[in-house]
Nanobody
Framework: QVQVVESGGGLVQAGGSLRLSCAAS????????MGWYRQAPGKQRDILAT???????NYADSVKGRFTITIGNAKNTVYLQMNSLKPEDTAIYYC?????????????WGQGTQVTVSS
């Protein structure tokens, strides 16, 4: 079993910053990539940023230049540094871990952490 736990959400004023953390634990045999997503009320879950175990990153246009995803030395922890936050960034932020072995993939999700940006 694999557990994914996010932390670091909270309330921040527009223009402020937050740093989210995500740790995967349990039967981790090969994490191929981890990513951050968010879901605002009444909207679909959108991808924000992904990072491979090798450090390659991709960002959604909506957060490019404001958010930065990094991976920890142990490769089972990722961070999302969020700067210049806007009220429209308010959402539940989710992390996932993609594991791959012998051609099979598994995706595990965390429970999410609330980020609220006040105007």
């Amino acid at each position: 079993q694999v557990q994914v736990v996010e932390s670091g959400g909270g309330l921040v004023q527009a223009g402020g910053s937050l740093r989210l953390s995500c740790a995967a634990s349990g039967s981790i045999f090969s994490i191929a990539a981890m990513g951050w997503y968010r879901q605002a009320p009444g909207k679909q879950r959108d991808i924000l940023a992904t990072i491979t175990s090798g450090g390659s990153t991709n960002y959604a246009d909506s957060v490019k230049g404001r958010f930065t995803i990094t991976i920890g030395n142990a490769k089972n922890t990722v961070y999302l540094q969020m700067n210049s936050l806007k009220p429209e960034d308010t959402a539940i932020y989710y992390c996932n871990a993609l594991l791959r072995q012998s051609g099979t993939s598994w995706t595990y999700w965390g429970q999410g952490t609330q980020v609220t940006v006040s105007s």
